[in-house]
Structure formats: structure tokens, C-alpha cells
């Protein structure tokens, strides 16, 4: 049941995505939706349609072109003039549509929103969920023109104050909440680790988008690495993306196609996760990933590269935490938690126990940005 927000009333928020596709920050958005819904508020989508919302889901979703305002629009006139558009739809929108403020979501439709909502007296937050260390100061240049900046680990509002330009007035770091897993029957886990495992011994999964960021090419060179002392390690990566036909190439170059699986996207990614034995996370760059936790929760240990958040997750009670890109320090840290199975047994009981803190709660989370759009809506 929704509680009482008389006091204070209802809002009406708009939130902004560079487009609604597959991946951990459509996630955030659609979650933050539900229990804002849920809280008795009124929840507007506006962004480019892609796999997980769009006209078909929500009958109110503004439909923009945010995602050719990104990179993916190619060249600059193209780019400039989709900013143009969106700004112009959105700001007709808004004149029709009032809302309390305006939340952002990547760089994209935070700019696009900062032009549309001039002389209308609408607050702005924006999240930045992560990026190239050197994308960082653009960001900051658009980001600090919004009243609130928003993100989900202390690492990151450092970055965004020392390299970006950002006041540390107008930051805040709210986490992301991470719903329960759903229950996976026992019989089914060791099922699928049958299959999955095949004739190997030990089982290593990554959950990622197929694409620059994650470092999956930086994953096949540790596997490459790994298995010419363990050949009984296995590995999965599931998720699917851009650069899928690249890597699998790259695999095959490697010689480590019959270590290495892609299996595509997975429906189900906590069944996956508690039929393995280690989380391994390669990327470039993450604010504060959702897997990682999700990871926690089917007790399991992880190995991730040390990406802002990423070391504010992981400790080495957990797993542990290595250099970017550093495939030697990636293939000693995996082999280390897998031949040694006390340690492994402890770091998994230690992760499921840290799952469970308020920090990843989704009502707990939920409830700060409740708090913190009041307050940027002058309710607070």
C-alpha cells in the first residue's frame, strides 16, 4: 500500500534516459519507477524506445531522439541537430505537461533537458553512472549546470569534483537498490552447472553488455592466461551487444573457445550466477555495477577490476579488486580463490552476508532519492 505523502504531496517526475535498452541503468530507472509509482507519484519515461520501455509499456512515454544526441548519432551536425529536436519536444512537452523537476539520466539527456526547461522554473538532477576517465571533464562541463548530481559511489563524486568541474554542493551519492533474487530450485542450479561446466572443475561467470566498456577482450586475454596452468577453469559470460562477433573471433584467436562461452542474454542471471563458483568483472570503467551485488546475493565471490564504485564493493573479505586492464594481476587473483576452496567457501559467506545491507535495499535507497527530489522540488 502507498504511504500517506499529503504532507508534503504527490510529484510528478520526469526521467530521462539516453535510450531505454538492455543494461544496469535501465534497470535503476525502471526500478526507481515502480516504487516511486508505488509511493503514490506520478512517473513520466522520456528517451529514445528500445527494448525495455518505450509507447508500447508506458501509454504517457515521451518519445525523443536522446540516443542520436549520444555518440550514436555520428557526426557532429547530425548530433547537434538532434539536440536541437529533442530540446524543442521536450520543451513543448513541458509546457503542456508541468512537472516537479526533471531527472537525467547519462550526459545526453541532461543536456537536452538543461536547454528545454530554461525560464520555466524546473529543477534538474542528473546521474552519471560512470565513465571513460577522459569523458569525465565533458560530463562535469554539462552536469553542473543541473541543481543536483547525482551518483551512486563516492569514488565517482570525487572524479566528478576534481576532474569534472562539479560544485561539491550541488553532489550526492545515492546508491542503487537491488531487488531479492528470485528463488532458483536446487535441483535446477546443479543442473545447469552440469551443463555449463561440462568435464571442467571450477566455474567463472561474467555478466556483461558485449561491448568497449565492459573489457570483455581484456577477460579473453586473463582466460588465455589461466588456462595454460588450470585447464579444468571454465568460463561463461552472458550478455549479449555490439561487439559480440568481435570477441567470439577473439576467442577463437586465443585458442580458449573450448574454456570460454558466450552464452547470449540470460533471462534468468541469478540461476546463472548460483551455478558458478566466482564473479569476474573486466571493465574499463563502472560507477557502481549491479552485478557485482547481484553476485553477493547468490554467494558468490568476485574479482573485478578496480573502477571507481568497484572498490567500494569489494573488499578483500569478498573477493578482491585489480588494476584496469591488468590481465597478469586478473589471472593470480582468479587462480588464488580457485585453488584454494576454504578461502573461496569464507569469501562466499561473507558476500551474502554483505548483500543484505541497507545500502542495496531497494526500499531503503529508494526512499533517499523519495527524500531527495522534495527537496529539489522545494518540499523537502
Given amino acids: 500500500m502507498a504511504k500517506d505523502t499529503s504532507a508534503r504531496g504527490r510529484l510528478h517526475v520526469l526521467e530521462m534516459q539516453t535510450q531505454f535498452g538492455v543494461g544496469g541503468i535501465t534497470r535503476h530507472v525502471l526500478a526507481l519507477r515502480d516504487w516511486m509509482r508505488g509511493e503514490g507519484h506520478r512517473i513520466t519515461l522520456g528517451g529514445t524506445p528500445a527494448a525495455w520501455a518505450g509507447p508500447e509499456t508506458e501509454p504517457d512515454f515521451l518519445d525523443l531522439p536522446t540516443k542520436y544526441v549520444s555518440g550514436e548519432g555520428g557526426a557532429l551536425p547530425v548530433r547537434l541537430f538532434n539536440v536541437a529536436k529533442s530540446a524543442w519536444l521536450l520543451r513543448r512537452w513541458l509546457k503542456r505537461h508541468p512537472v516537479d523537476l526533471i531527472h537525467a539520466h547519462e550526459s545526453a539527456p541532461a543536456l537536452v533537458a538543461n536547454l528545454a526547461r530554461r525560464g520555466l522554473g524546473i529543477p534538474l538532477a542528473v546521474t552519471y553512472h560512470g565513465s571513460e576517465p577522459a569523458r569525465i571533464a565533458a560530463f562535469g562541463g554539462i552536469a553542473a549546470k543541473a541543481d543536483l548530481v547525482i551518483t551512486p559511489s563516492h569514488r565517482s563524486a570525487a572524479d566528478l569534483a576534481k576532474l569534472g568541474g562539479v560544485p561539491e554542493a550541488k553532489l550526492k551519492v545515492l546508491g542503487l537498490g537491488v531487488a531479492p533474487p528470485p528463488e532458483d530450485s536446487a535441483d535446477e542450479v546443479a543442473a545447469l552447472r552440469r551443463a555449463l561446466l561440462g568435464d571442467g572443475e571450477k566455474l567463472v561467470i561474467t555478466v556483461a553488455r558485449l561491448e568497449r566498456q565492459k573489457g570483455i577482450d581484456i577477460l579473453i586475454e586473463a582466460v588465455a592466461r589461466i588456462v595454460r596452468d588450470h585447464p579444468g577453469f571454465r568460463f561463461v559470460v552472458a550478455g549479449d551487444g555490439v561487439d559480440e562477433a568481435a570477441l567470439k573471433a577473439l576467442a577463437r584467436e586465443r585458442g580458449v573457445e573450448t574454456h570460454l562461452r558466450f552464452l547470449g542474454r540470460v533471462n534468468r542471471p541469478h540461476l546463472y550466477l548460483r551455478a558458478s563458483d566466482l564473479f569476474l568483472l573486466t571493465s574499463r570503467w563502472e560507477a557502481?555495477?549491479?552485478?557485482?551485488?547481484?553476485?553477493?546475493?547468490?554467494?558468490?565471490?568476485?574479482?573485478?577490476?578496480?573502477?571507481?564504485?568497484?572498490?567500494e564493493l569489494i573488499d578483500d573479505a569478498v573477493g578482491a579488486v585489480v588494476p584496469i586492464g591488468d590481465v597478469e594481476a586478473i589471472a593470480a587473483a582468479v587462480t588464488r580463490i580457485l585453488t584454494d576452496d576454504a578461502l573461496r567457501t569464507a569469501?562466499?559467506?561473507?558476500?551474502?552476508?554483505?548483500?543484505?545491507?541497507?545500502?542495496?535495499?531497494?526500499?531503503?535507497?529508494?526512499?533517499?532519492?523519495?527524500?531527495?527530489?522534495?527537496?529539489?522540488?522545494?518540499r523537502g
Fill in 288 to 311: 557502481l555495477p549491479f552485478t557485482i551485488v547481484e553476485a553477493f546475493q547468490a554467494g558468490l565471490p568476485a574479482v573485478a577490476t578496480a573502477c571507481s564504485g568497484v572498490v
Fill in 347 to 378: 569469501m562466499a559467506s561473507a558476500a551474502l552476508a554483505k548483500s543484505t545491507l541497507d545500502r542495496f535495499d531497494p526500499d531503503w535507497v529508494h526512499g533517499q532519492f523519495e527524500t531527495a527530489y522534495f527537496a529539489l522540488a522545494g
